[in-house]
């Protein structure tokens, strides 16, 4: 042990730093200090003294392992590998004279007899780790010039939005404008046009009313004939005795024809006859008589005949009531059209149906502006990059296939997938968020709200965003069930900066 110890300290010896300290094995430059040659070495943590002929002598003194940088003694410790042309890096003590080579530079399996022979790569991994970073710099110098383009792009977008939006406003305000105006207006016709339709629609009560009282005299008359005996009843024998109401025209009224007329019942009074049977059989008496066309096929029931004066003088009564404007309105076209008015009337009648085209029209317009204005706000609110180095890929979608699908990303819109051999297209989600480290927030995008798997979960997709030279989407895979990785290359990920180690540069 005193050997190995004594082997340590020497070989340690050998590597000086700036200050002249002598470096012990496993330490770095950086903590050099902290191991000032002298009689004693007191314990980093300050809890113990011991000799210092007793660092790394393969036993562990100090609480903290701090005595046994370079030995495996402690199991809480670590050794430090310098790598010299090359990458530095720390590893467990547990890993020193284990017989596998860790340091590059095989500075960690110093005790030969072990079985271990390393020999010194560090030169040949430092040339190849250069050549790596040489071009992953020229990657991130080139995109990043092409990504200074984006950020103009992306900036010049914004301000266009924020142009295009004080525009619709101001439109928006134009419109409510006109439309305020011509509610004023067509509420001005329509007084007028109401004022001289009320004289038609007093005529048309007065006619109808005369109408009502007419057909109801029809019907006592009608029920008073078909009453033979006299008894205040109409029965089935005596509809079959009326070859009028023969439906199917075989010249006999057979008793489900009869029951038909009588609304299914044996024997019905007056009452139920104008309220019930009366429209029924007068259908049929129009068709007998011509005023009603016959049905296609003989024997085949119409649902009622067709409408009966008396049920559409029902509809007149109905639509009369309280409906919404649009239907209130195109019940007055269509019995406008009806009706032959004096000019003047119609005048007013023209007028009014103007005003209420103009207000639609308005309104309409109204209504285009407001969804502009949604879908513009929808894109100002989004996250475009810390530069708008992302905006420009808003509205562009790329694709990406494998053996079975093909994927297409649209950023800030939606992912999905779509089978090589046809079929419909899956929505795998929606534009949520980024979701990037702290360090880098726009290092991945989030889109949920996909189609729902069967019995399972609604798919998502997490984008990688990674520096390119061109917007490309580069993969897909599905680590798990319903959820989707893509990755995705852009020239707006490019981050051109010095990519260095201080502490490499400390033991170059």
């Given at each position: 042990m005193f050997f190995f110890a004594f082997i340590s300290l020497v070989f340690s010896f050998t590597n000086f730093s700036k200050c002249d300290i002598p470096r012990i094995r496993g330490v770095s430059i950086a903590k050099t200090s902290l191991y000032p040659p002298g009689e004693h070495f007191t314990c980093l943590d300050g809890s113990r003294t011991i000799k210092f002929s007793q660092l790394n002598d393969d036993f562990c003194d100090c609480p903290d392992n701090s005595d046994e940088p370079g030995t495996s003694a402690c199991p809480g410790g670590s050794f430090h590998c310098a790598n010299l042309y090359h990458r530095p890096k720390t590893i467990g003590s547990s890993r020193v004279n284990d017989g596998i080579c860790d340091c590059c530079d095989g500075s960690d399996e110093y005790i030969q007899n072990l079985g271990a022979k390393c020999e010194n790569t560090c030169l040949e991994?430092?040339?190849?780790?250069?050549?790596?970073t040489k071009a992953r710099q020229e990657l991130l110098k080139k995109g990043g010039l092409i990504k200074n383009e984006m950020i103009m792009r992306g900036k010049a977008l914004k301000v266009e939005r924020a142009s295009k939006l004080l525009e619709l406003e101001k439109r928006k305000s134009e419109a409510d404008g006109i439309k305020v105006e011509k509610e004023k207006i067509k509420h001005e016709v329509e007084s007028l046009e109401n004022e001289a339709l009320s004289v038609y629609r007093e005529m048309e009560e007065r006619d109808k009313a005369k109408q009502e009282e007419i057909n109801i005299q029809e019907a006592e008359n009608t029920f008073i004939s078909y009453d033979t005996n006299g008894d205040g009843v109409v029965d089935v024998q005596e509809i079959q005795s009326n070859l009028a109401?023969?439906?199917?025209?075989?010249?006999v009224v057979t008793e489900d024809e009869a029951l038909y007329f009588l609304d299914d019942k044996e024997t019905i009074d007056l009452e139920y006859f104008k309220s019930n049977a009366w429209s029924r059989i007068k259908s049929q008496l129009m068709i007998k008589d011509g005023s009603f066309p016959p049905p296609e096929e003989d024997g085949k029931e119409t649902a009622e005949l067709e409408n009966t004066r008396d049920e559409e003088e029902g509809e007149q009564e109905e639509e009369e009531e309280e409906t919404?404007?649009?239907?209130?309105?195109?019940?007055?076209?269509?019995?406008?059209e009806e009706i032959q008015y004096d000019p003047q009337t119609q005048q007013l009648i023209d007028q009014a149906n103007q005003a209420r085209n103009e207000l639609s029209e308005a309104e309409r317009v109204i209504r285009e502006i407001e969804n502009e204005i949604k879908d513009l706000s929808d894109l100002e609110s989004r996250e475009y990059g810390a530069s708008e180095e992302f905006a420009s890929l808003s509205g562009e979608c790329f694709d990406y296939e494998d053996r079975e699908y093909i994927y297409k990303l649209c950023p800030f819109e939606r992912a999905s997938q779509q089978p090589k051999n046809g079929g419909s297209e899956t929505r795998l989600g929606a534009w949520d968020k980024w979701i990037g480290s702290d360090d880098n927030k726009y290092s991945r995008m989030m889109y949920n709200g996909g189609a729902t798997c069967w019995n399972g979960p609604q798919r998502s997709a997490d984008v990688h965003v990674e520096c390119g030279l061109e917007n490309k989407l580069t993969a897909v895979s599905e680590p798990n069930r319903c959820e989707y990785s893509f990755t995705f290359?852009?020239?707006?990920?490019?981050?051109?900066?010095?990519?260095?180690h201080?502490?490499?540069h400390d033991e170059l």
């Open positions: 991994k430092g040339r190849e780790e250069r050549e790596k109401l023969d439906k199917d025209r075989d010249g919404g404007e649009g239907e209130v309105e195109e019940q007055q076209t269509t019995r406008q290359q852009t020239p707006a990920a490019c981050e051109h900066h010095s990519e260095h201080s502490e490499n």
